[in-house]
T-cell receptor
Framework: AQKVTQAQTEISVVEKEDVTLDCVYE???????LFWYKQPPSGELVFLIR??????QNEISGRYSWNFQKSTSSFNFTITASQVVDSAVYFC?????????????FGTGTSLTVIP | DAGITQSPRHKVTETGTPVTLRCHQT?????MYWYRQDPGHGLRLIHY???????DKGEVSDGYSVSRSKTEDFLLTLESATSSQTSVYFC?????????????FGPGTRLLVL
């Protein structure tokens, strides 16, 4: 079973529209971390945010915001007033058992295209 | 910038040829990882290391071996490359504070096995 599910494979929006990327995770651990990474067309993986399981506060960083809800095992990512530079593949990831530095589990990614 | 470099950045090889990819970090991180990225699969862990000479298998380790003789270098070897190993390979390091951990990635290596 997938530990991280990103059901949206591809999304297209027109510039300045808001867009939400969904991420649903599965874990039995009480301590875990959730992440979002961005992969622009140039190919590098850029870290965006980390959230630990004890902190359900939503976070806003400029046009980016994240909604963490343990009740639904979701960690959704919203881009407000999208721009062409937001076009990228976005990955959600889960890290369990942080004390051992064990592996991350990545979703399959959502490809976002922002049309000018 | 977590000081991670990968070499080579691009490689074309033939089936049956051994291939070694190198990941180098400059910040003395204990944990290092090798992933492969394929369409429809996201990133999948191949092997990881939690110290010099300490390595373990990930989800897709068959056909791959790793070595870590120095903290700064983590090598991924394809003993006999196959076309199914055509992929983009990413190295990552893990920064661990007391209560948090994040993985930062190298620039990737595009490998084509003909």
């Amino acid at each position: 079973a997938q530990k991280v599910t990103q059901a949206q494979t591809e999304i297209s929006v027109v510039e300045k529209e808001d867009v939400t990327l969904d991420c649903v995770y599965e874990t039995r651990d009480t301590t875990y971390y959730l992440f979002w990474y961005k992969q622009p067309p140039s190919g590098e993986l850029v870290f965006l945010i980390r959230r630990n399981s004890f902190d359900e506060q939503n976070e806003i960083s400029g046009r980016y915001s994240w909604n963490f809800q343990k009740s639904t095992s979701s960690f959704n990512f919203t881009i407000t007033a999208s721009q062409v530079v937001d076009s990228a593949v976005y990955f959600c990831a889960l890290s369990e058992d942080p004390n051992t530095g064990n592996q991350f589990y990545f979703g399959t990614g959502t490809s976002l295209t922002v049309i000018p | 910038d977590a000081g991670i470099t990968q070499s080579p950045r691009h490689k074309v090889t033939e089936t049956g040829t051994p291939v070694t990819l190198r990941c180098h970090q400059t910040e003395n991180h204990r944990y290092m990882y090798w992933y492969r990225q394929d369409p429809g699969h996201g990133l999948r862990l191949i092997h990881y290391s939690y110290g010099v000479k300490d390595t373990d298998k990930g989800e897709v380790s068959d056909g791959y071996s790793v070595s870590r003789s120095k903290t700064e270098d983590f090598l991924l070897t394809l003993e006999s490359a196959t076309s199914s190993q055509t992929s983009v390979y990413f190295c990552a390091i893990s920064t661990k504070g007391r209560t948090q951990e994040t993985q930062y990635f190298g620039p990737g290596t595009r490998l084509l096995v003909l």
